[in-house]
């Protein structure tokens, strides 16, 4: 298998982070499967960077993620992340590895028939059934860390305050954030989460009475740039409707759909990863589109900046500190490249 670098981290880390996969089974829907990934204040007992395999055969070594070791001591926050359409459970490790050196623990589940291998392969569902399996997915997942039940993550479920839950999800992932907190799709609501984060939401396809359910703390980050799910027909409509206060939302000036995920990442790498079929090139390039260009930040810039918009308003909105994320909303308020509004 072919492994390349990727560099430095978003942000210096504060703390030793592990990561693990494994996939739970929800017997309850005919023994589906949740491939999951996990990230969470670890112990440094001299593990090996973990290594993300994009696709059978091409991967990636983390940044800063050691491979499984024990997880530290403490209570920390859970924070759930929801990949978009095409997306996988391990397409935003950045963002992810960077929460978790933050303070938190975060899981992100794969939502099978829309991931990247399911497009490329027609195993793709259609936009209801991937509605459907996106919520019970997330509740399923949120049931098995809240509970403690998962083989391999004991320890780490240990550490998580369930009294401090988010959900965060990009595109796609986003509608998943919000509809799981609010109950849709035969899923009533998740009374223990306590804020929603959406990442160049999509959620053209949720009601406005559905989106007036979302009556928790929620921060939208927007793309000025994002031409997928432009804030005109999606960021805006839940800005107007979602009831839940605090409610902040930051306009990311120069970025465009994929600002939050790894796939910058992979357009920088793919010309060092030898027989990756063109097919694959070409998608990772193309998706890419938006990235880089005329008038567009420095993609490690712009994730740096929602890295520190995310955790500000996760200190503020789930009381871990109030204090200190006010004053890290006071910076994001002074930023050079971000529009930010809060009330």
């Known amino acids: 298998m072919d492994v390349v670098e990727t560099g430095d981290p978003i942000e210096e880390p504060s703390r030793c982070i592990g990561r693990r996969s494994l996939t739970l089974v929800d017997e309850a829907r005919d023994s589906r499967g949740v491939p999951i990934e996990v ?5 440094d007992g001299g593990e090996a960077r973990s290594v993300y395999e994009v696709l059978p055969g091409v991967a990636f070594r983390g940044v800063t993620a050691l491979d499984s070791p024990s997880a530290s001591a403490g209570s920390f926050p859970l924070v759930l992340m929801s990949h978009g359409r095409t997306g996988t459970r391990i397409s935003y490790s950045l963002l992810c590895e960077a929460l978790a050196a ?5 899981v ?3 939502h099978s028939g829309d991931t ?4 490329l392969t027609g195993a793709n569902v259609d936009d209801r059934t991937n509605e459907m399996n996106r919520v019970f997915d997330a509740g399923f997942v949120l049931d098995t860390l809240l509970s403690g039940r998962a083989d391999g993550l004991d320890d780490v479920a240990g550490t998580v305050d369930s009294t401090k839950v988010a959900l965060m999800g ?5 509608f998943t954030a919000f509809a799981t907190s609010a ?3 035969g899923v009533s609501p998740r009374s223990e989460v306590g804020a929603v984060v959406g990442l160049q939401p999509y959620v053209k396809s949720m009601s406005e009475s559905l989106l007036g359910r979302v009556a928790v703390p929620s921060l939208l980050l927007v793309g000025e740039r994002d031409t997928v799910t432009p804030a005109a027909t999606d960021a805006d409509r839940a800005w107007r409707h979602v009831p839940g206060r605090p409610a902040w939302r930051v306009d990311l000036l120069g970025a465009g759909h994929q600002a939050s995920s790894d796939i910058a990442l992979y357009a920088e790498l793919v010309d060092q990863v030898p027989n990756l079929p063109d097919l694959v090139r070409d998608y990772l390039v ?5 990235t880089s260009g005329p008038g567009i930040r420095p993609w490690r810039s712009v994730l740096a900046d929602q890295v520190a918009a995310v955790w500000a308003f996760l200190q503020v909105a789930l009381q871990i500190d109030v204090a200190g994320g006010e004053e890290d909303l006071e910076l994001l308020v002074g930023a050079d490249g971000l529009m930010v509004t809060c009330r």
């Open 286 to 290: 193309a998706t890419a589109e938006g």
């Open 102 to 106: 933050r303070g938190a623990v975060v």
């Open 170 to 174: 990009h595109s796609y992932g986003a």
């Open 183 to 185: 109950g849709s799709r």
């Open 116 to 119: 990247l291998v399911d497009w």
């Open 108 to 110: 992100a589940p794969d």
């Open 39 to 43: 990230w969470y204040p670890a112990v």
